[in-house]
């Protein structure tokens, strides 16, 4: 049987659909397109970047079979390791922060990760996970992805998600908008979008707690100011990955205007996120006002709202965080 034609998990990394928000592109007269990157095998993003670290290593002969990769992350990379590590016979250790969802740590034990959890601290104290999981790889000879500093990274981001966003809208893009975790998702897609049309604006949407906006408006990374629920994003130092992109315009971005954006596309759209994906949409809303109708702006819409169940779609647990569930989106003013 000629068995060509098809192939593993690991080849339908990347792909996805990119989707219409109907209600934020009828309030703002823009075209809000969403890149469904949930519907990855590992169900985020960071298949692709896992993807495309592990391909980086084997291609450089720091990864054979049986071998072990150590990750630090926020879960999704981690579930990405393990997906495409399986297919491709590797074994995961992940180090996880502890305040990470349920959903995501009892997703990584079933997939089959060695899951380590540690309490959660700043990128300066060496208790922090990323420093946990080098010096695990430095001791046991293990291999350490360091999604935050390894350029293949968003190099995947450039060969993958920036042409498949081109094709998809047939160059019409003119604003792509993302938030930041390790910056290989912006900063990857950025670059490619840039080479072909470097007038299409570049735009950082950044959670409250994070250094991103005061980095690309201000050039330092001095204000962090407040807090954020969201997981996966919220960065306060310039990432390898982040290195030498242009971003022309960031939004700060509260938690409950990305979650009225969430409660709304799931109660009449159907769709199920997670809060960076709110947080991005919410960025490509407030672009939007800046600058008028007639875009046609691209974001991503990162993981699926399964993996917060306990928390974001939960409403015990919002009140507990000041967050509103039934706070309805009326106009774009509300963002
Ligand atoms: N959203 C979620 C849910 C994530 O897990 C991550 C990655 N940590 C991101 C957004 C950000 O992606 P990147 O690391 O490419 O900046």
């Avoid at 072990?68 to 590797?90: D, F, M, P, Q, R």
């Avoid at 670059?191 to 906006?213: F, H, I, Q, S």
Wanted: aromatic share 8%; charged share 20%.
């Amino acid at each position: 049987m000629n068995t060509t034609r098809y192939y593993g998990v690991e080849h339908h990394v990347g792909n996805t659909p990119l989707i219409r928000l109907r209600r934020l592109s009828e309030l703002t007269g823009c075209e809000i397109l969403g890149k469904a990157e949930f519907m990855n095998p590992g169900g985020s993003v960071k298949d692709r970047a896992a993807l495309g670290i592990i391909q980086a290593a084997e291609a450089a002969g720091k990864l054979h079979p049986g071998d072990t990769i150590v990750e630090g992350t926020a879960g999704n990379t981690g579930i990405g390791l393990t997906v495409v590590g399986h297919a491709k016979g590797y074994r995961t250790v992940i180090v996880i922060p502890e305040t990470q969802s349920p959903e995501k740590i009892s997703l990584l034990r079933t997939l089959g990760a060695e899951v380590i959890t540690v309490a959660e601290k700043p990128y300066s104290d060496p208790g922090n996970y990323n420093h946990v999981a080098r010096r695990l790889a430095e001791t046991k000879g293990w291999f350490w992805a360091n999604q935050f500093d390894n350029v293949a990274n968003r190099l995947i981001h450039y060969r993958t998600t920036g042409p498949e966003i081109w094709a998809q809208t047939k160059g019409e893009i003119t604003a792509f908008v993302s938030a930041i975790g390790t910056g290989g998702t912006l900063a990857g897609t950025a670059l490619y979008l840039k080479e072909r049309n470097p007038a299409m604006a570049t735009v950082c949407a950044d959670p409250y707690g994070a250094a991103m906006w005061s980095w690309f408006t201000r050039g330092d990374t001095e204000v962090k100011d407040g807090d954020s629920i969201a997981e996966g994003i919220g960065q306060n130092r310039v990432t390898k990955n982040l290195e030498g992109v242009v971003i022309d315009h960031a939004y700060r971005i509260a938690d409950q205007p990305a979650l009225t954006i969430l409660y709304d596309l799931l109660r009449q759209e159907g769709l199920f996120l997670g809060l960076s994906s709110g947080i991005n949409l919410a960025g490509a809303v407030r672009y939007a006002q800046a600058i008028g109708p007639g875009q046609t702006i691209v974001t991503i819409l990162c993981d699926s709202g399964l993996k917060y169940q306990s928390k974001l779609y939960n409403a015990t647990w919002l009140k507990s965080h000041d967050l509103d569930p039934d706070l309805c989106l009326k106009s774009i003013k509300d963002i």
